[in-house]
């Protein structure tokens, strides 16, 4: 199994210039999970999936866009790259059972930079 | 508004020493878990502590996790270089089993050889 993985690793964009972040999972995870990190803090929810064609918004969702085609698949979307949005961002999934406590497993990021 | 407050911010420390870092924070949680994220590479799961007064050992790393399921923290027995990362605890948002995770700002280690 390969976990979570994401591309591109690195990305520069101009500013307005669009981009779509992959995140694939092959564990079959029903829940998955977009996050953004800033230097030396700890991470913060952009968007959300409880299945194949179900999204919701987390904290931070303002200029982006998620969809969820596949249980596999989970693509964020940068419309109309801002400076602001010049972040580490990762994927995550997990198995959601209802119990006290999920696992969440996280992919290796992508280190984007809006200049 | 913080929901869990975790201190200290960043620790240096030399081989050998030992360390505590906290998480505290006003709310009651059903469990807590604490993640350690390597420079470079995405979050890892060191463990989940759900019963009050919990203790769980990993190694040379000690987790608490509160009476009153308040706080936690994390104690490291003769810190190694291999220790040095940022430590995140988090917990689990209890509405709508959504599984979405509330994260604290993270304690940065660096274990010097």
């Known amino acids: 199994n390969a976990g979570v993985t994401q591309t591109p690793k690195f990305r520069i964009l101009k500013i307005g210039q669009s981009m779509t972040l992959q995140c694939t999972q092959d564990?079959?995870?029903?829940?998955m999970y977009w996050y953004r990190q800033d230097p030396g803090m700890g991470l913060k929810l952009i968007y959300y999936?409880?299945?194949?064609?179900?999204?919701d918004k987390g904290e931070v969702p303002n200029g982006y866009n998620v969809s969820r085609s596949t249980t596999e698949d989970f693509p964020l979307r940068l419309e109309l790259a801002a400076p602001s949005q010049t972040s580490v961002y990762f994927c995550?999934?997990?198995?959601?059972?209802?119990?006290?406590?999920?696992?969440?497993?996280f992919g290796p990021g992508t280190r984007l930079t809006v200049t | 508004t913080q929901l869990l407050e975790q201190s200290p911010q960043f620790l240096s420390i030399q081989e050998g020493e030992n360390l505590t870092v906290y998480c505290n924070s006003s709310?009651?949680?059903?469990?807590l878990q604490w993640y350690r994220q390597e420079p470079g590479e995405g979050p890892v799961l060191l463990v989940t502590?759900?019963?009050?007064?919990e203790v769980k050992k990993l190694k040379r790393l000690t987790f608490q996790f509160g009476d009153a399921r308040k706080d936690s923290s994390l104690h490291i027995t003769a810190a190694q270089p291999g220790d040095t990362g940022l430590y995140l605890c988090?917990?689990?948002?209890?509405?709508?089993?959504?599984?979405?995770?509330?994260f604290g700002q993270g304690t940065t280690l660096q274990v010097k050889p």
């Open positions: 709310s009651v949680f059903s469990s």
């Open positions: 502590v759900v019963t009050g007064g």
């Open positions: 564990m079959n995870h029903n829940y």
């Open positions: 995550a999934s997990t198995h959601f059972w209802g119990g006290p406590s999920h696992e969440q497993y």
């Open positions: 999936s409880v299945g194949a064609g179900i999204t």
């Open positions: 988090a917990f689990e948002e209890g509405s709508g089993n959504t599984g979405k995770l509330i």
